[in-house]
């Protein structure tokens, strides 16, 4: 079954979304720019998660997936510029997962252009994926960064 065929009853799904799309301080870096692009994306999800619950109209929904998307594309090139100037090893597989990421959401962004309604169950996917690529991925990298200005 794919990631974004799930059928979830929205009321768990709400209720689950709720603490995966907020920011956590066990999320910081260390590194300012990437903190704060990671604070963003959180605070847009949980936007977009807010207007899904109060019934948006689709406009707001739709304008509300283009603006994730266009942060997490954002996000992604500002990351994988620190990690290709710092020739850090783990680089390819880690712009892999951000390709993963950027797809995912382009998927749903096709799936809204085709008439197809978003629940709350997809946002809470979303942010998932990023709790856990910022624990295990992003964490990794910016120890790496660190080390390079302490040695």
């Known amino acids: 079954m794919l990631w974004y065929s799930l ?17 956590r301080r066990q999320f910081e870096t260390g590194l300012e720019p990437i903190d704060q692009q990671h ?3 959180f ?9 899904l619950a109060a019934g948006a109209p689709k406009d707001q929904l739709d304008e509300g997936l283009a603006f994730v998307a266009r942060h997490l594309i954002k996000h992604c090139q500002t990351e994988e510029t620190l990690m290709k100037e710092a020739g850090f090893p783990g680089r390819i597989v880690h ?10 959401v382009r998927d749903l962004q096709y799936r809204r252009a085709k008439g197809q ?8 996917l979303v ?3 990023l ?4 624990c295990e991925s ?5 120890g790496y960064l660190k080390s390079l200005h302490t040695a």
Do not use: K, S, T
């Not at 712009?95 to 950027?102: I, S």
């Not at 309604?117 to 809470?124: N, Q």
């Not at 709790?131 to 910022?134: G, R």
């Open 117 to 124: 309604e978003l629940g709350p169950e997809a946002v809470a």
């Open 43 to 51: 605070d847009a999800l949980a936007r977009l998660g807010g207007e």
């Open 138 to 142: 992003d964490l990794a990298m910016a």
């Open 7 to 23: 059928r979830v009853d929205p009321a768990p799904a709400l209720r689950r979304a709720c603490p995966l799309v907020r920011w």
């Open 39 to 41: 604070r963003e994306l």
């Open 95 to 104: 712009a892999n997962q951000h390709q993963d990421l950027v797809l995912r």
């Open 127 to 129: 942010g998932e994926w």
């Open 131 to 134: 709790d856990h690529h910022i």
